[in-house]
């Protein structure tokens, strides 16, 4: 049960914003905005849900995980249906950008912390088969947002959007609270002695205070931010690498749709490119685990040449003027999206090692956030000078290309890598527990798919 609510949220979550390009021409014919402006609404919502992750994981991680998912559900829900009632395009940046991106950072995070806490020698099946409803929903999600749309108009569809996130309330509830399951029932899990704390089970104690719950609170959220990590030259190169992939990762799915439509290409075929992308995304997951890791062909490479191959693909999107051609491109970019997404956390680990993973999952999120905010309004806004889509595609590609690039970068410097790091290591102010580090390692080392 806790692996169906964890394939819920993610299916919920990240399902969704992926396949929001099926409404962005009509939030634009509905608030009379342009490209730019629309595009500030799924620019938010992913800048809010990546920045609040390390709040959201500290906070759950201090007052339950449970009630956390829940009250995630809730306000995910609640952004949709309160757009629906908005009059101006800002309405959408406070309802969907702030409040839903809120939903979604407490629910994510939580979730596949708490997935990976209730296994141990099947956590990487669970893991996997959580995180495979962001890609099953977003094969389905664009057709049936076209089909809202069609039948309900934009209103309808953003109040049933919102009945739909409200599952995510159901996926909460399904998270038993560990400590009485493990009271309740043989289940034959193992805990450490470290796991056993009240931070690892997401609970409070009846004696403990509220400034106790608070200093916890802070306290986990600093050690969950490592500053120092940019210091190493190889992490500073992989970071900016991460900066550019960010800045464009949405633009395709979020345009593609409004360039099919400019194309004259009728509105259920448009949708379904999303869904040819998803489809191929998942099978480009499954292929590059079966890629073995080699001194002569690493993860690092694997992540430089998916990203290469990425930049390549939308560079020669503008090529693309037919059904055919648009189906052709959604199918490759969907298998070299998901060929670099697995290999992006495992590279991270390698870099810094495990004692430094949990400090640098945190400047993670904080790149993703601030690229992810700038990086749709920028492409909305050369569309709105040169009035074509292309441009947007071509600026996806360039920002792919170099971002697969520098990885190739760092293979010139992994001897100064390995010795940064190990000098950093020395520094006790900087070394996270073993215990923190489990917690992230659930995330990023075990989720293939």
């Given at each position: 049960?806790?692996?169906?609510?964890?394939?819920?949220?993610?299916?919920?979550?990240?399902?969704?914003?992926?396949?929001?390009?099926?409404?962005?021409?009509?939030?634009?014919?509905?608030?009379?905005?342009?490209?730019?402006?629309?595009?500030?609404?799924?620019?938010?919502?992913?800048?809010?849900?990546?920045?609040?992750?390390?709040?959201?994981?500290?906070?759950?991680?201090?007052?339950?995980?449970?009630?956390?998912?829940?009250?995630g559900g809730v306000l995910s829900a609640t952004g949709y249906v309160i757009s629906?009632?908005?009059?101006?395009?800002?309405?959408?940046?406070?309802?969907?950008?702030?409040?839903?991106?809120?939903?979604?950072?407490?629910?994510?995070?939580?979730?596949?912390?708490?997935?990976?806490?209730?296994?141990?020698?099947?956590?990487a099946v669970a893991n996997s088969l959580a995180v495979l409803g962001a890609s099953?929903?977003?094969?389905?999600?664009?057709?049936?947002?076209?089909?809202?749309?069609d039948e309900y108009g934009l209103k309808g569809a953003l109040l049933i959007l919102?009945?739909?996130?409200?599952?995510?309330?159901?996926?909460?509830?399904?998270?038993?609270?560990?400590?009485?399951?493990?009271?309740?029932?043989?289940?034959?899990?193992?805990?450490?002695?470290?796991?056993?704390?009240?931070?690892?089970?997401?609970?409070?104690?009846?004696?403990?205070?509220?400034?106790?719950?608070?200093?916890?609170?802070?306290?986990?959220?600093?050690?969950?931010?490592?500053?120092?990590?940019?210091?190493?030259?190889?992490?500073?190169?992989?970071?900016?690498?991460?900066?550019?992939?960010?800045?464009?990762?949405?633009?395709?799915?979020?345009?593609?749709?409004?360039?099919?439509?400019?194309?004259?290409?009728?509105?259920?075929?448009?949708?379904?490119?999303?869904?040819?992308?998803?489809?191929?995304?998942?099978?480009?997951?499954?292929?590059?685990?079966?890629?073995?890791?080699?001194?002569?062909?690493?993860?690092?490479?694997?992540?430089?040449?998916?990203?290469?191959?990425?930049?390549?693909?939308?560079?020669?999107?503008?090529?693309?003027?037919?059904?055919?051609?648009?189906?052709?491109?959604?199918?490759?970019?969907?298998?070299?999206?998901?060929?670099?997404?697995?290999?992006?956390?495992?590279?991270?680990?390698?870099?810094?090692?495990?004692?430094?993973?949990?400090?640098?999952?945190?400047?993670?999120?904080?790149?993703?956030?601030?690229?992810?905010?700038?990086?749709?309004?920028?492409?909305?806004?050369?569309?709105?000078?040169?009035?074509?889509?292309?441009?947007?595609?071509?600026?996806?590609?360039?920002?792919?290309?170099?971002?697969?690039?520098?990885?190739?970068?760092?293979?010139?410097?992994?001897?100064?890598?390995?010795?940064?790091?190990?000098?950093?290591?020395?520094?006790?102010?900087?070394?996270?527990?073993?215990?923190?580090?489990?917690?992230?390692?659930?995330?990023?080392?075990?989720?293939?798919?």
């Amino acid at each position: 049960m806790v692996v169906v609510g964890g394939f819920i949220v993610n299916g919920c979550a990240a399902g969704t914003f992926r396949s929001l390009g099926v409404l962005f021409l009509a939030f634009r014919q509905q608030f009379d905005a342009s490209s730019a402006e629309t595009a500030w609404v799924t620019s938010i919502m992913m800048c809010v849900m990546y920045l609040l992750a390390p709040f959201a994981t500290a906070l759950a991680s201090t007052t339950g995980f449970r009630p956390v998912i829940m009250l995630g559900g809730v306000l995910s829900a609640t952004g949709y249906v309160i757009s629906a009632f908005g009059t101006r395009v800002y309405h959408l940046y406070l309802a969907i950008g702030c409040l839903t991106g809120l939903g979604c950072a407490l629910t994510v995070s939580p979730m596949m912390v708490t997935v990976g806490q209730y296994f141990s020698t099947r956590r990487a099946v669970a893991n996997s088969l959580a995180v495979l409803g962001a890609s099953i929903m977003s094969m389905t999600l664009p057709l049936l947002f076209q089909y809202l749309l069609d039948e309900y108009g934009l209103k309808g569809a953003l109040l049933i959007l919102g009945g739909v996130m409200l599952q995510e309330v159901v996926a909460g509830a399904l998270v038993r609270p560990l400590k009485r399951h493990r009271n309740e029932s043989d289940s034959g899990l193992e805990m450490s002695p470290n796991d056993t704390s009240d931070n690892l089970l997401g609970s409070n104690t009846a004696t403990e205070t509220k400034s106790a719950a608070v200093v916890r609170f802070f306290k986990k959220l600093w050690t969950d931010m490592d500053f120092k990590l940019v210091k190493i030259r190889s992490v500073a190169f992989y970071l900016t690498s991460l900066f550019l992939l960010a800045f464009s990762l949405i633009v395709p799915p979020m345009y593609i749709v409004p360039r099919a439509r400019d194309l004259q290409i009728e509105d259920y075929r448009a949708a379904s490119l999303l869904t040819a992308s998803s489809i191929a995304d998942v099978v480009g997951r499954l292929s590059v685990g079966a890629i073995p890791d080699t001194p002569h062909f690493t993860r690092l490479d694997q992540f430089g040449l998916s990203l290469c191959l990425l930049g390549l693909t939308n560079l020669l999107c503008p090529l693309a003027i037919t059904y055919p051609g648009l189906i052709v491109y959604a199918i490759a970019h969907g298998l070299f999206y998901g060929a670099f997404v697995p290999t992006s956390f495992t590279c991270l680990a390698e870099l810094v090692g495990p004692k430094r993973l949990p400090g640098a999952l945190g400047l993670y999120m904080l790149v993703q956030g601030f690229a992810s905010l700038t990086g749709p309004p920028f492409a909305g806004w050369l569309y709105d000078r040169t009035g074509s889509y292309e441009v947007a595609f071509l600026q996806a590609g360039v920002c792919f290309l170099l971002a697969g690039l520098l990885p190739f970068i760092l293979r010139f410097t992994k001897r100064k890598t390995e010795e940064g790091a190990d000098e950093l290591e020395d520094d006790v102010d900087s070394v996270k527990s073993d215990r923190e580090t489990a917690t992230f390692l659930l995330i990023t080392h075990e989720t293939s798919l």
